[in-house]
Protein backbone atom coordinates (compact mmCIF):
# COMPACT_ATOMS: atom_id res chain seq x y z
CA UNK A 1 0.00 0.00 0.00
CA UNK A 2 1.15 3.45 -0.91
CA UNK A 3 0.34 6.94 0.17
CA UNK A 4 -1.12 10.20 -1.52
CA UNK A 5 0.85 13.09 -2.24
CA UNK A 6 -0.53 16.23 -3.22
CA UNK A 7 -1.93 16.41 -6.90
CA UNK A 8 -3.99 17.43 -9.47
CA UNK A 9 -5.67 16.50 -12.89
CA UNK A 10 -6.99 17.43 -16.03
CA UNK A 11 -8.41 14.86 -18.84
CA UNK A 12 -7.27 16.12 -22.12
CA UNK A 13 -7.12 14.08 -25.41
CA UNK A 14 -8.17 10.55 -23.96
CA UNK A 15 -5.36 11.22 -21.42
CA UNK A 16 -5.15 12.10 -17.86
CA UNK A 17 -2.65 14.51 -16.89
CA UNK A 18 -1.22 14.37 -13.69
CA UNK A 19 0.78 17.45 -12.03
CA UNK A 20 2.50 17.52 -8.42
CA UNK A 21 2.78 20.06 -6.12
CA UNK A 22 5.72 22.20 -7.78
CA UNK A 23 4.67 21.68 -11.32
CA UNK A 24 6.07 18.51 -12.61
CA UNK A 25 3.45 16.48 -14.85
CA UNK A 26 2.99 12.99 -15.83
CA UNK A 27 1.06 11.91 -18.90
CA UNK A 28 -0.99 8.52 -17.96
CA UNK A 29 -4.24 7.04 -19.69
CA UNK A 30 -7.78 7.50 -18.96
CA UNK A 31 -8.64 5.72 -15.70
CA UNK A 32 -5.02 6.19 -13.88
CA UNK A 33 -6.00 8.81 -11.32
CA UNK A 34 -9.03 6.57 -10.44
CA UNK A 35 -6.74 3.56 -9.49
CA UNK A 36 -4.60 5.54 -8.01
CA UNK A 37 -7.03 6.84 -5.27
CA UNK A 38 -8.04 3.35 -5.05
CA UNK A 39 -4.72 2.38 -4.13
CA UNK A 40 -4.86 -0.32 -7.04
CA UNK A 41 -1.09 0.67 -8.62
CA UNK A 42 0.92 -2.81 -7.90
CA UNK A 43 4.48 -1.89 -6.85
CA UNK A 44 5.67 -4.40 -9.99
CA UNK A 45 3.91 -1.93 -12.19
CA UNK A 46 6.23 0.69 -14.62
CA UNK A 47 3.33 3.50 -13.47
CA UNK A 48 4.19 2.62 -9.73
CA UNK A 49 7.71 3.67 -10.42
CA UNK A 50 6.74 6.52 -12.19
CA UNK A 51 4.15 7.88 -9.85
CA UNK A 52 7.02 7.49 -7.15
CA UNK A 53 9.48 9.57 -8.92
CA UNK A 54 6.74 12.23 -9.56
CA UNK A 55 6.35 12.96 -6.15
CA UNK A 56 2.22 11.73 -6.79
CA UNK A 57 2.74 8.90 -4.68
CA UNK A 58 4.91 7.78 -1.85
CA UNK A 59 5.54 4.04 0.40
CA UNK A 60 6.07 6.27 3.85
CA UNK A 61 3.61 8.88 5.33
CA UNK A 62 6.14 11.86 4.69
CA UNK A 63 8.31 11.23 1.35
CA UNK A 64 11.93 10.61 2.60
CA UNK A 65 13.10 13.09 0.20
CA UNK A 66 11.04 16.02 1.45
CA UNK A 67 13.24 18.68 2.06
CA UNK A 68 13.94 18.40 -1.56
CA UNK A 69 10.77 18.73 -2.47
CA UNK A 70 10.60 21.98 -0.43
CA UNK A 71 13.09 23.14 -2.18
CA UNK A 72 11.62 22.42 -5.09
CA UNK A 73 8.60 24.35 -4.34
CA UNK A 74 10.93 27.15 -3.13
CA UNK A 75 12.57 27.21 -6.20
CA UNK A 76 9.24 27.53 -8.00
CA UNK A 77 8.47 30.71 -5.60
CA UNK A 78 12.10 32.28 -5.75
CA UNK A 79 10.20 35.19 -7.44
CA UNK A 80 9.17 36.08 -4.07
CA UNK A 81 12.91 36.28 -2.40
CA UNK A 82 13.95 39.50 -4.46
CA UNK A 83 10.27 40.90 -3.58
CA UNK A 84 9.59 43.64 -5.69
CA UNK A 85 11.82 44.15 -8.74
CA UNK A 86 10.51 45.61 -11.65
CA UNK A 87 9.45 49.66 -11.01
CA UNK A 88 7.63 51.15 -13.90
CA UNK A 89 8.17 54.85 -13.81
CA UNK A 90 5.33 56.43 -15.84
CA UNK A 91 7.37 59.79 -17.26
CA UNK A 92 4.36 61.11 -18.77
CA UNK A 93 1.27 60.49 -20.56
CA UNK A 94 2.27 62.48 -23.52
CA UNK A 95 2.10 60.14 -26.90
CA UNK A 96 2.97 61.11 -30.62
CA UNK A 97 0.45 58.22 -31.60
CA UNK A 98 -3.35 57.36 -31.86
CA UNK A 99 -3.03 53.97 -30.93
CA UNK A 100 -6.57 52.51 -31.13
CA UNK A 101 -6.17 50.08 -28.25
CA UNK A 102 -4.63 52.42 -26.13
CA UNK A 103 -4.60 51.21 -22.42
CA UNK A 104 -2.77 53.62 -21.24
CA UNK A 105 -4.99 56.81 -21.69
CA UNK A 106 -2.34 58.75 -23.46
CA UNK A 107 -2.56 63.16 -24.13
CA UNK A 108 -1.73 65.44 -26.72
CA UNK A 109 2.44 66.33 -27.32
CA UNK A 110 2.44 69.19 -25.61
CA UNK A 111 0.14 68.30 -22.55
CA UNK A 112 2.82 69.26 -20.35
CA UNK A 113 0.51 69.11 -17.06
CA UNK A 114 0.86 64.86 -17.20
CA UNK A 115 4.61 64.72 -17.23
CA UNK A 116 6.14 63.25 -13.96
CA UNK A 117 7.90 65.63 -11.65
CA UNK A 118 11.35 65.73 -10.63
CA UNK A 119 10.83 65.77 -7.31
CA UNK A 120 8.62 62.36 -7.97
CA UNK A 121 11.51 60.80 -10.04
CA UNK A 122 13.93 61.71 -6.72
CA UNK A 123 11.48 60.22 -4.22
CA UNK A 124 10.18 57.30 -6.06
CA UNK A 125 13.82 55.98 -6.77
CA UNK A 126 14.53 56.33 -3.58
CA UNK A 127 11.28 53.85 -3.29
CA UNK A 128 12.88 51.68 -5.46
CA UNK A 129 16.19 51.39 -3.65
CA UNK A 130 14.14 50.23 -0.29
CA UNK A 131 13.92 47.06 -2.46
CA UNK A 132 15.59 44.18 -0.75
CA UNK A 133 15.82 42.94 -4.20
CA UNK A 134 19.98 42.72 -5.24
CA UNK A 135 18.63 43.24 -9.00
CA UNK A 136 16.25 45.95 -10.19
CA UNK A 137 14.41 46.68 -13.29
CA UNK A 138 13.86 50.60 -13.73
CA UNK A 139 11.35 50.58 -17.13
CA UNK A 140 10.24 53.84 -18.44
CA UNK A 141 6.40 54.01 -19.77
CA UNK A 142 4.10 56.40 -20.82
CA UNK A 143 2.55 58.15 -22.79
CA UNK A 144 5.64 58.16 -25.02
CA UNK A 145 8.74 58.23 -22.47
CA UNK A 146 11.14 58.95 -25.22
CA UNK A 147 9.27 62.74 -25.81
CA UNK A 148 11.09 63.78 -22.85
CA UNK A 149 14.89 62.58 -22.62
CA UNK A 150 16.30 65.09 -20.19
CA UNK A 151 14.00 63.68 -17.48
CA UNK A 152 14.30 60.27 -18.69
CA UNK A 153 18.70 61.34 -18.63
CA UNK A 154 17.83 63.15 -15.04
CA UNK A 155 16.14 59.78 -13.90
CA UNK A 156 18.78 57.05 -14.51
CA UNK A 157 21.33 59.66 -13.72
CA UNK A 158 19.76 59.98 -10.25
CA UNK A 159 19.28 56.53 -10.15
CA UNK A 160 22.90 55.76 -10.58
CA UNK A 161 24.24 58.00 -8.31
CA UNK A 162 21.98 56.69 -5.51
CA UNK A 163 23.12 53.19 -6.54
CA UNK A 164 26.65 54.34 -5.70
CA UNK A 165 25.54 53.58 -2.33
CA UNK A 166 23.42 50.35 -2.70
CA UNK A 167 25.50 48.46 -5.56
CA UNK A 168 22.76 47.00 -6.91
CA UNK A 169 22.42 45.65 -10.72
CA UNK A 170 20.05 48.31 -12.35
CA UNK A 171 18.58 46.78 -15.81
CA UNK A 172 16.87 49.89 -17.61
CA UNK A 173 14.02 49.60 -20.06
CA UNK A 174 12.63 51.78 -22.16
CA UNK A 175 9.59 50.96 -23.54
CA UNK A 176 9.23 53.58 -26.91
CA UNK A 177 7.43 53.42 -29.69
CA UNK A 178 10.41 53.86 -31.56
CA UNK A 179 9.16 56.88 -33.34
CA UNK A 180 11.37 59.77 -31.80
CA UNK A 181 14.29 57.72 -31.17
CA UNK A 182 16.49 61.26 -31.51
CA UNK A 183 20.06 61.25 -30.71
CA UNK A 184 19.81 62.30 -27.60
CA UNK A 185 17.68 59.31 -26.60
CA UNK A 186 20.12 56.81 -28.28
CA UNK A 187 22.85 58.63 -26.65
CA UNK A 188 21.43 57.68 -22.96
CA UNK A 189 20.51 54.44 -23.95
CA UNK A 190 24.30 53.83 -25.16
CA UNK A 191 25.81 55.39 -22.31
CA UNK A 192 23.59 53.79 -19.39
CA UNK A 193 22.95 50.28 -21.49
CA UNK A 194 19.35 51.11 -21.87
CA UNK A 195 17.10 48.11 -23.27
CA UNK A 196 14.71 49.36 -26.22
CA UNK A 197 11.36 47.43 -25.73
CA UNK A 198 9.16 48.58 -28.93
CA UNK A 199 5.73 47.80 -30.20
CA UNK A 200 5.38 46.11 -33.45
CA UNK A 201 2.09 44.92 -34.89
CA UNK A 202 3.64 43.29 -37.85
CA UNK A 203 2.04 43.88 -41.20
CA UNK A 204 2.54 47.70 -42.10
CA UNK A 205 -1.62 48.07 -42.89
CA UNK A 206 -2.04 46.39 -39.71
CA UNK A 207 0.40 48.55 -37.91
CA UNK A 208 -0.81 51.77 -39.51
CA UNK A 209 -4.33 50.79 -39.09
CA UNK A 210 -3.95 50.20 -34.77
CA UNK A 211 -1.79 53.73 -34.48
CA UNK A 212 -4.05 55.54 -36.52
CA UNK A 213 -1.62 57.00 -38.54
CA UNK A 214 -0.53 56.37 -42.41
CA UNK A 215 3.17 56.46 -41.88
CA UNK A 216 3.51 55.28 -38.29
CA UNK A 217 4.99 51.74 -39.69
CA UNK A 218 8.02 52.99 -41.67
CA UNK A 219 9.25 55.40 -38.87
CA UNK A 220 8.93 52.49 -36.00
CA UNK A 221 11.54 50.66 -38.25
CA UNK A 222 13.39 53.54 -38.99
CA UNK A 223 13.24 53.73 -35.29
CA UNK A 224 14.16 50.06 -34.68
CA UNK A 225 17.20 50.26 -37.23
CA UNK A 226 18.87 52.82 -35.89
CA UNK A 227 18.33 51.66 -32.34
CA UNK A 228 19.70 48.57 -33.29
CA UNK A 229 22.90 49.89 -35.29
CA UNK A 230 23.94 52.33 -31.70
CA UNK A 231 22.75 49.74 -29.30
CA UNK A 232 23.38 46.45 -31.07
CA UNK A 233 20.62 44.12 -32.45
CA UNK A 234 20.23 42.33 -29.13
CA UNK A 235 19.09 45.80 -27.54
CA UNK A 236 16.01 45.91 -29.25
CA UNK A 237 12.88 43.43 -28.63
CA UNK A 238 9.52 43.70 -30.03
CA UNK A 239 5.87 43.03 -29.17
CA UNK A 240 2.93 42.96 -30.55
CA UNK A 241 -0.56 43.62 -29.56
CA UNK A 242 -3.27 41.79 -31.47
CA UNK A 243 -6.18 44.00 -32.11
CA UNK A 244 -9.30 42.21 -33.55
CA UNK A 245 -7.91 43.12 -37.08
CA UNK A 246 -4.85 41.36 -36.00
CA UNK A 247 -6.28 38.29 -35.30
CA UNK A 248 -7.07 37.77 -39.44
CA UNK A 249 -2.90 37.55 -39.87
CA UNK A 250 -1.03 34.93 -37.99
CA UNK A 251 1.31 33.98 -40.48
CA UNK A 252 1.65 37.14 -42.01
CA UNK A 253 2.83 38.77 -38.74
CA UNK A 254 5.13 36.35 -37.70
CA UNK A 255 6.48 36.56 -41.34
CA UNK A 256 7.00 40.36 -40.88
CA UNK A 257 8.70 39.80 -37.98
CA UNK A 258 11.34 37.48 -39.58
CA UNK A 259 11.47 40.09 -42.25
CA UNK A 260 12.14 42.86 -40.38
CA UNK A 261 15.40 40.83 -38.81
CA UNK A 262 13.27 39.15 -35.37
CA UNK A 263 14.03 35.69 -34.02
CA UNK A 264 10.91 36.12 -31.65
CA UNK A 265 8.08 37.72 -30.91
CA UNK A 266 5.40 38.10 -27.94
CA UNK A 267 1.84 37.37 -29.23
CA UNK A 268 -0.48 39.62 -26.65
CA UNK A 269 -3.63 39.62 -26.48
CA UNK A 270 -5.56 43.32 -25.49
CA UNK A 271 -6.89 43.81 -22.26
CA UNK A 272 -9.81 45.79 -21.30
CA UNK A 273 -8.30 48.89 -20.12
CA UNK A 274 -8.13 51.97 -21.77
CA UNK A 275 -9.62 52.70 -25.30
CA UNK A 276 -9.45 48.45 -25.42
CA UNK A 277 -12.85 48.38 -23.50
CA UNK A 278 -14.27 49.60 -26.48
CA UNK A 279 -14.50 46.11 -27.66
CA UNK A 280 -17.91 45.30 -27.45
CA UNK A 281 -17.75 41.00 -26.79
CA UNK A 282 -14.33 40.21 -25.16
CA UNK A 283 -15.86 36.54 -24.86
CA UNK A 284 -15.72 36.19 -28.56
CA UNK A 285 -12.58 38.43 -28.74
CA UNK A 286 -10.72 36.00 -26.82
CA UNK A 287 -11.97 33.01 -28.59
CA UNK A 288 -10.56 34.34 -31.60
CA UNK A 289 -7.87 35.29 -30.22
CA UNK A 290 -6.82 31.84 -28.95
CA UNK A 291 -7.50 30.49 -32.60
CA UNK A 292 -4.99 33.06 -33.72
CA UNK A 293 -2.09 31.93 -31.53
CA UNK A 294 -2.82 28.05 -32.71
CA UNK A 295 -2.15 29.35 -36.15
CA UNK A 296 0.68 31.34 -35.48
CA UNK A 297 2.51 29.08 -33.03
CA UNK A 298 1.80 26.04 -35.84
CA UNK A 299 3.53 28.63 -38.41
CA UNK A 300 6.43 28.94 -36.39
CA UNK A 301 6.78 25.38 -34.91
CA UNK A 302 7.04 24.56 -38.93
CA UNK A 303 9.43 27.58 -39.15
CA UNK A 304 12.09 26.09 -36.70
CA UNK A 305 11.24 22.59 -38.24
CA UNK A 306 12.95 24.19 -41.63
CA UNK A 307 15.28 25.82 -39.97
CA UNK A 308 14.68 29.05 -38.76
CA UNK A 309 15.35 29.80 -35.14
CA UNK A 310 12.46 31.78 -34.26
CA UNK A 311 10.66 32.00 -30.62
CA UNK A 312 7.33 32.94 -29.43
CA UNK A 313 7.86 34.73 -26.11
CA UNK A 314 4.79 33.57 -24.23
CA UNK A 315 4.87 29.85 -25.08
CA UNK A 316 8.17 29.69 -23.99
CA UNK A 317 7.45 31.46 -20.30
CA UNK A 318 4.45 29.22 -19.74
CA UNK A 319 7.09 26.36 -21.28
CA UNK A 320 9.63 27.21 -18.88
CA UNK A 321 7.19 26.84 -15.65
CA UNK A 322 5.83 23.20 -17.33
CA UNK A 323 9.15 21.73 -18.35
CA UNK A 324 11.54 23.12 -16.05
CA UNK A 325 11.77 23.33 -11.79
CA UNK A 326 11.95 27.45 -12.17
CA UNK A 327 9.82 30.13 -11.95
CA UNK A 328 9.93 33.19 -14.36
CA UNK A 329 10.29 36.88 -13.59
CA UNK A 330 6.95 37.39 -15.72
CA UNK A 331 4.78 39.23 -13.76
CA UNK A 332 1.40 38.14 -15.25
CA UNK A 333 1.70 35.02 -14.32
CA UNK A 334 2.59 34.76 -11.22
CA UNK A 335 1.24 33.00 -7.54
CA UNK A 336 0.52 35.14 -4.76
CA UNK A 337 0.31 37.83 -8.18
CA UNK A 338 3.16 39.93 -9.37
CA UNK A 339 1.25 42.88 -8.01
CA UNK A 340 3.21 44.40 -5.54
CA UNK A 341 5.50 41.00 -5.27
CA UNK A 342 6.88 41.97 -8.58
CA UNK A 343 6.22 45.06 -10.00
CA UNK A 344 5.05 48.35 -8.43
CA UNK A 345 4.23 51.87 -10.74
CA UNK A 346 5.28 55.17 -10.14
CA UNK A 347 2.86 56.98 -11.97
CA UNK A 348 3.35 60.68 -13.23
CA UNK A 349 1.39 62.12 -11.09
CA UNK A 350 2.99 61.09 -7.64
CA UNK A 351 1.04 58.16 -6.46
CA UNK A 352 2.02 54.43 -6.64
CA UNK A 353 -0.03 51.82 -7.71
CA UNK A 354 0.09 48.00 -7.91
CA UNK A 355 0.30 47.34 -11.25
CA UNK A 356 0.52 49.03 -14.98
CA UNK A 357 -2.96 47.77 -14.94
CA UNK A 358 -3.96 49.63 -11.69
CA UNK A 359 -2.76 53.27 -13.48
CA UNK A 360 -4.76 53.23 -16.25
CA UNK A 361 -8.17 52.13 -13.94
CA UNK A 362 -7.02 55.03 -12.01
CA UNK A 363 -7.13 57.25 -15.34
CA UNK A 364 -10.40 56.37 -15.48
CA UNK A 365 -11.62 57.74 -11.77
CA UNK A 366 -11.13 53.89 -9.89
CA UNK A 367 -8.18 54.33 -7.35
CA UNK A 368 -8.47 51.10 -6.23
CA UNK A 369 -5.54 49.89 -6.23
CA UNK A 370 -3.41 52.66 -5.83
CA UNK A 371 -1.23 52.30 -2.74
CA UNK A 372 -0.42 55.92 -1.99
CA UNK A 373 2.14 58.73 -2.65
CA UNK A 374 5.79 58.29 -3.35
CA UNK A 375 6.34 60.88 -0.28
CA UNK A 376 4.51 57.80 1.44
CA UNK A 377 6.87 55.62 3.49
CA UNK A 378 8.03 52.30 2.31
CA UNK A 379 6.23 50.39 4.35
CA UNK A 380 2.91 51.79 4.36
CA UNK A 381 3.13 51.70 0.48
CA UNK A 382 4.12 48.10 -0.38
CA UNK A 383 2.92 46.17 3.66
CA UNK A 384 0.14 49.03 3.72
CA UNK A 385 -3.90 48.30 4.59
CA UNK A 386 -4.57 48.40 1.18
CA UNK A 387 -1.60 45.77 0.11
CA UNK A 388 -2.77 43.27 2.89
CA UNK A 389 -6.15 43.32 1.41
CA UNK A 390 -5.18 42.59 -2.18
CA UNK A 391 -2.90 39.93 -0.43
CA UNK A 392 -5.70 38.01 1.17
CA UNK A 393 -7.09 36.79 -2.28
CA UNK A 394 -3.76 37.05 -4.47
CA UNK A 395 -2.48 33.32 -4.81
CA UNK A 396 -4.31 30.78 -6.83
CA UNK A 397 -3.70 28.25 -4.05
CA UNK A 398 -6.58 29.63 -2.10
CA UNK A 399 -9.10 30.66 -4.62
CA UNK A 400 -12.42 28.79 -6.17
CA UNK A 401 -11.59 27.43 -9.51
CA UNK A 402 -7.85 28.00 -9.24
CA UNK A 403 -6.74 25.48 -6.41
CA UNK A 404 -8.49 22.02 -7.66
CA UNK A 405 -6.97 23.33 -11.73
CA UNK A 406 -4.42 20.55 -12.84
CA UNK A 407 -2.55 24.16 -14.26
CA UNK A 408 -1.80 26.24 -11.26
CA UNK A 409 1.33 25.97 -10.90
CA UNK A 410 1.67 27.46 -14.22
CA UNK A 411 -1.07 30.02 -14.30
CA UNK A 412 -1.33 32.86 -11.93
CA UNK A 413 -3.62 35.62 -10.30
CA UNK A 414 -4.46 38.59 -11.26
CA UNK A 415 -6.97 40.49 -8.69
CA UNK A 416 -6.60 43.47 -11.13
CA UNK A 417 -7.77 42.11 -13.84
CA UNK A 418 -10.60 40.36 -11.77
CA UNK A 419 -11.46 43.52 -10.59
CA UNK A 420 -11.52 45.62 -13.57
CA UNK A 421 -13.69 42.84 -15.43
CA UNK A 422 -15.88 40.97 -13.40
CA UNK A 423 -16.44 43.78 -10.93
CA UNK A 424 -14.28 42.15 -7.38
CA UNK A 425 -10.37 41.34 -6.70
CA UNK A 426 -11.48 37.30 -6.27
CA UNK A 427 -12.96 37.07 -9.61
CA UNK A 428 -15.43 34.35 -10.90
CA UNK A 429 -13.82 31.64 -12.96
CA UNK A 430 -16.33 30.14 -14.93
CA UNK A 431 -16.78 33.92 -16.90
CA UNK A 432 -12.84 34.82 -16.28
CA UNK A 433 -11.23 36.02 -20.07
CA UNK A 434 -8.21 34.99 -17.78
CA UNK A 435 -8.65 31.70 -16.95
CA UNK A 436 -10.02 30.93 -20.08
CA UNK A 437 -7.45 32.25 -22.29
CA UNK A 438 -4.39 30.65 -19.78
CA UNK A 439 -6.26 26.99 -19.55
CA UNK A 440 -7.26 27.11 -23.28
CA UNK A 441 -3.11 27.88 -24.17
CA UNK A 442 -1.69 25.40 -21.34
CA UNK A 443 -4.20 22.72 -22.76
CA UNK A 444 -2.84 23.39 -26.53
CA UNK A 445 0.74 23.02 -25.38
CA UNK A 446 0.27 19.47 -23.61
CA UNK A 447 -1.80 18.50 -26.65
CA UNK A 448 1.05 19.13 -28.46
CA UNK A 449 3.30 17.55 -26.19
CA UNK A 450 0.62 14.28 -26.21
CA UNK A 451 0.40 14.32 -29.88
CA UNK A 452 3.43 15.78 -31.23
CA UNK A 453 6.45 15.16 -28.78
CA UNK A 454 9.03 13.80 -30.85
CA UNK A 455 8.70 17.11 -33.23
CA UNK A 456 7.32 19.62 -30.73
CA UNK A 457 9.38 19.12 -27.89
CA UNK A 458 13.35 19.77 -29.11
CA UNK A 459 12.23 23.06 -30.56
CA UNK A 460 10.60 23.64 -27.16
CA UNK A 461 13.40 23.12 -25.34
CA UNK A 462 15.82 24.87 -27.64
CA UNK A 463 13.43 27.77 -26.95
CA UNK A 464 13.96 27.43 -23.19
CA UNK A 465 17.64 27.62 -23.36
CA UNK A 466 17.52 30.60 -25.35
CA UNK A 467 14.96 32.66 -24.32
CA UNK A 468 15.74 35.07 -20.83
CA UNK A 469 12.38 34.08 -19.55
CA UNK B 1 -26.09 11.28 -9.13
CA UNK B 2 -29.31 10.05 -7.66
CA UNK B 3 -31.78 11.58 -11.03
CA UNK B 4 -31.75 13.69 -13.62
CA UNK B 5 -34.72 15.17 -15.17
CA UNK B 6 -36.07 18.05 -17.11
CA UNK B 7 -38.52 19.62 -15.49
CA UNK B 8 -39.86 22.34 -17.41
CA UNK B 9 -38.04 23.90 -20.76
CA UNK B 10 -35.54 26.06 -18.67
CA UNK B 11 -34.82 23.78 -16.06
CA UNK B 12 -33.09 20.57 -14.99
CA UNK B 13 -33.44 18.73 -11.34
CA UNK B 14 -31.07 16.38 -9.98
CA UNK B 15 -30.36 14.79 -6.80
CA UNK B 16 -27.37 13.50 -5.15
CA UNK B 17 -26.72 11.72 -2.08
CA UNK B 18 -24.52 13.37 -0.18
CA UNK B 19 -23.00 10.24 1.21
CA UNK B 20 -21.35 9.54 -2.25
CA UNK B 21 -21.10 12.90 -3.20
CA UNK B 22 -20.71 15.27 -0.47
CA UNK B 23 -21.67 19.10 -0.03
CA UNK B 24 -17.51 20.54 -1.42
CA UNK B 25 -18.01 17.59 -4.09
CA UNK B 26 -21.49 19.16 -5.19
CA UNK B 27 -20.17 22.74 -4.32
CA UNK B 28 -17.51 22.65 -6.73
CA UNK B 29 -19.53 20.76 -9.77
CA UNK B 30 -21.98 23.83 -9.52
CA UNK B 31 -19.65 26.02 -9.19
CA UNK B 32 -18.47 26.05 -12.62
CA UNK B 33 -22.25 25.63 -14.07
CA UNK B 34 -23.44 29.13 -12.36
CA UNK B 35 -22.13 31.29 -15.80
CA UNK B 36 -24.92 29.78 -17.19
CA UNK B 37 -27.40 28.08 -14.97
CA UNK B 38 -28.76 29.58 -11.99
CA UNK B 39 -28.73 27.54 -8.91
CA UNK B 40 -31.36 26.18 -6.75
CA UNK B 41 -30.33 24.23 -3.59
CA UNK B 42 -32.40 22.08 -0.88
CA UNK B 43 -32.15 18.83 1.34
CA UNK B 44 -34.90 16.67 0.67
CA UNK B 45 -33.79 14.94 3.79
CA UNK B 46 -30.35 13.65 5.72
CA UNK B 47 -28.85 12.40 2.94
CA UNK B 48 -30.86 14.03 -0.33
CA UNK B 49 -29.85 17.47 -2.09
CA UNK B 50 -32.45 18.36 -4.34
CA UNK B 51 -31.05 20.61 -7.04
CA UNK B 52 -32.86 22.51 -9.68
CA UNK B 53 -30.72 24.01 -12.79
CA UNK B 54 -32.60 27.28 -14.59
CA UNK B 55 -31.05 28.18 -17.69
CA UNK B 56 -30.13 32.17 -17.14
CA UNK B 57 -31.03 32.27 -21.41
CA UNK B 58 -33.27 30.36 -23.75
CA UNK B 59 -34.34 26.95 -23.11
CA UNK B 60 -32.68 23.26 -22.59
CA UNK B 61 -32.32 21.86 -25.30
CA UNK B 62 -32.32 17.22 -25.39
CA UNK B 63 -28.39 17.61 -26.96
CA UNK B 64 -27.72 20.06 -24.31
CA UNK B 65 -29.73 17.87 -21.42
CA UNK B 66 -27.24 14.97 -22.75
CA UNK B 67 -24.38 17.40 -22.61
CA UNK B 68 -25.05 18.59 -19.17
CA UNK B 69 -25.90 15.07 -17.95
CA UNK B 70 -22.45 13.84 -18.58
CA UNK B 71 -20.73 16.52 -17.58
CA UNK B 72 -22.20 16.87 -14.23
CA UNK B 73 -21.63 13.70 -13.81
CA UNK B 74 -18.70 13.52 -14.98
CA UNK B 75 -17.16 16.46 -12.57
CA UNK B 76 -18.75 14.94 -9.49
CA UNK B 77 -16.94 11.65 -9.87
CA UNK B 78 -13.35 13.89 -11.03
CA UNK B 79 -14.24 16.27 -7.72
CA UNK B 80 -14.84 13.54 -5.51
CA UNK B 81 -11.56 11.97 -6.36
CA UNK B 82 -9.92 15.62 -5.63
CA UNK B 83 -11.35 15.68 -2.53
CA UNK B 84 -10.09 12.49 -1.43
CA UNK B 85 -6.56 13.73 -2.67
CA UNK B 86 -7.20 16.71 -0.92
CA UNK B 87 -8.19 15.11 2.35
CA UNK B 88 -5.43 12.58 2.23
CA UNK B 89 -2.74 14.97 1.59
CA UNK B 90 -3.83 17.99 3.58
CA UNK B 91 -0.90 17.75 6.34
CA UNK B 92 1.93 17.09 4.21
CA UNK B 93 0.82 19.82 2.07
CA UNK B 94 0.98 21.50 5.01
CA UNK B 95 4.44 20.52 6.23
CA UNK B 96 5.84 20.78 2.42
CA UNK B 97 4.60 24.62 2.69
CA UNK B 98 5.89 25.06 6.10
CA UNK B 99 9.14 23.76 5.22
CA UNK B 100 9.28 25.31 1.96
CA UNK B 101 8.66 29.09 3.13
CA UNK B 102 9.79 29.07 7.00
CA UNK B 103 13.48 29.82 6.64
CA UNK B 104 14.22 27.48 9.45
CA UNK B 105 13.62 30.53 11.84
CA UNK B 106 10.22 29.17 13.90
CA UNK B 107 10.02 25.53 12.69
CA UNK B 108 10.52 23.39 14.63
CA UNK B 109 10.75 19.50 12.80
CA UNK B 110 8.39 17.84 14.94
CA UNK B 111 7.84 14.17 14.60
CA UNK B 112 6.17 14.22 10.78
CA UNK B 113 5.74 10.45 11.07
CA UNK B 114 3.73 10.42 13.87
CA UNK B 115 1.22 13.71 12.54
CA UNK B 116 1.11 12.48 9.37
CA UNK B 117 0.45 8.92 10.23
CA UNK B 118 -2.40 8.64 7.77
Redesign the interface.
Known amino acids: MYNLLPFRFERLNSREILVNEVGDFLIAPTGTVQRIVDKEIQKGEELYKDLTAGYIICQTPVPELIDLLATRLRTKKTFLDNFTVLHIFVLTLRCNQNCIYCQASSRNCNESAYDMTRETIIQAIDLMFRSPSTSLTMEFQGGEPSLLPELLRFAIKTAEQKNKEHCKQITYVLCTNSINLTVEILNICSQYKVLISTSLDGLETLHNHNRGKSDSYANVIKGINKARTVLGVDRVSALMTASEESLKYPKEIINAYLENGFHSIFLRALNPYGLATKYADWSEYYDQFIDFYKGALDHIIELNKSGIFFIEEFTTLILRKILTPFSTGFVDLQSPSGIINSVIVYNYDGYAYASDESRMLAEHGDYTFRLGQVTDNYDSIFYGEKAQKIALIWANETIAGCSDCAFMAYCGADPVRNYSTQGNMYGFRPTSSFCKKHKQIIQHLFSLIIEREDEVLPIFKRWINNSVG | MVSFDQIAENRIQLTVDITVFNNTVTT?TL?????DYFVFWNSLNINIQNIILEKKDGSISKEEFLELKNQINQNL???K??D???Q??RN??D???I???SHGEDFEDYN??ND???
Not at chain 2, 31 to 35: N, P
Request: net charge positive.
Open positions: KYWLQSIDFVRIVNETIRILYKAFLMCDV
